[in-house]
């Protein structure tokens, strides 16, 4: 996960606590990751970040699936929603909060 945030964010401060190894994990022990992170997170923001920032799209599209249509029916009331399945819901906008926003309340 930490490579791929390097690549989406460049400049990103990331640590990694543990390390997939196909079906298996190596972690470090939970008092030394508190230690690490407390570090990692003094070490980011000592620096400057603002080059970290993601630029953000113009605009963004919520797709969300459900597994009853039910659920989409009843959250298709959410004001800006499209219904455009049975089980299907959209939601566009500018402001990536609203996104967010709607999250909270359909998903």
């Known amino acids: 996960m930490c490579a791929e945030a390097e690549v989406a964010v460049p400049g990103i401060a990331t640590l990694a606590t543990s390390e997939g190894f196909g079906p298996a994990t190596k972690s470090l022990v939970p008092a030394a990751a508190v230690i690490a992170i407390r ?40 004001p800006g929603m499209e219904h455009i399945a049975p089980r299907t819901l959209r939601f566009n906008a500018q402001d990536y909060f609203e996104i967010q926003r709607a999250i909270r309340f359909v998903v």
């Not at 605009?59 to 699936?65: G, I, N």
């Open 39 to 78: 570090e990692g997170v003094e070490k980011a923001l000592s620096g400057n970040y603002n080059n970290s920032l993601p630029i953000l799209a113009g605009e963004f599209e919520l797709v969300v699936e459900y597994t009853n249509p039910t659920d989409a029916y009843r959250n298709s009331w959410y």
